[in-house]
């Protein structure tokens, strides 16, 4: 099993993959401000870390075959978060990230779309530009899983569709759950398909 460090392991979405890499035994350094906010599980060790201290964070991170980070852009330089899984020497670099930069139609981004929702505007756009520094970089096995539209607590289905730059929808709209993308994210881990590049999870 892979040596797994997960930035933003107490988090919505981070404690879902937590749960998942821990229910499929693999050894997961789970990385938070909080960590006493880690949930115990088995084969999980809580360690106190910030994407504001590179430095520090880099000393977490080296040792590990995998690095996921699941925080929110609002708060990430994302060149220094780049930088530390660089530095430390992890291969591979999987990012939690947004459904604004997927295409509604050829050229056309979701993020653009008249009625996006001004609340979730700033957080999309860093999103955005995170997409864009990550696919200038040239030496991490990177790769950005942005969920669909909705994308909210629910149930392990296990049920779902992949796709690459365009977001995914149904009769029933653009959603996937926590739950589900944890699932479709430690797939990836566990049997790589997509590198260097952008997909995206949804019912």
């Not at 591979?92 to 604004?100: D, E, H, K, P, S």
């Not at 200038?136 to 392990?156: I, K, T, Y």
């Amino acid at each position: 099993m892979a040596r797994i460090a997960l930035i933003g392991a107490s988090g919505n979405v981070g404690s879902r993959i937590l749960k998942e890499l821990s229910d499929r035994g693999h050894t997961v350094t789970a990385v938070a401000r909080h960590p006493e906010k880690i949930a115990s599980l088995p084969g999980v060790t809580s360690r106190a870390g910030d994407v504001s201290d590179p430095k520090a964070l880099t000393e977490l991170l080296t040792g590990h075959d995998v690095a996921v980070s699941a925080v929110r852009f609002s708060d990430t330089d994302p060149h220094a978060l780049i930088d530390a899984v660089r530095t430390a020497g992890v291969p591979r670099y999987l990012v939690v990230g947004g459904a604004g930069s997927l295409e509604v139609a050829p050229g056309h981004k979701l993020i653009d779309q008249p009625g996006f929702p001004d609340a979730y505007r700033p957080e999309a756009s860093k999103g955005v530009v995170f997409l864009d520094i990550l696919r200038q970089e040239r030496v991490l096995d990177w790769v950005f899983l942005s969920p669909s539209a909705e994308f909210l607590p629910g149930e392990r289905s296990g049920k779902f569709r992949l796709g690459r730059d365009t977001l995914l929808s149904n009769e029933a709209g653009s959603r996937i759950s926590f739950e589900d993308y944890a699932v479709a994210l430690v797939d990836e881990i566990e049997r790589p398909a997509h590198s260097r590049e952008r997909f995206t999870v949804g019912y």
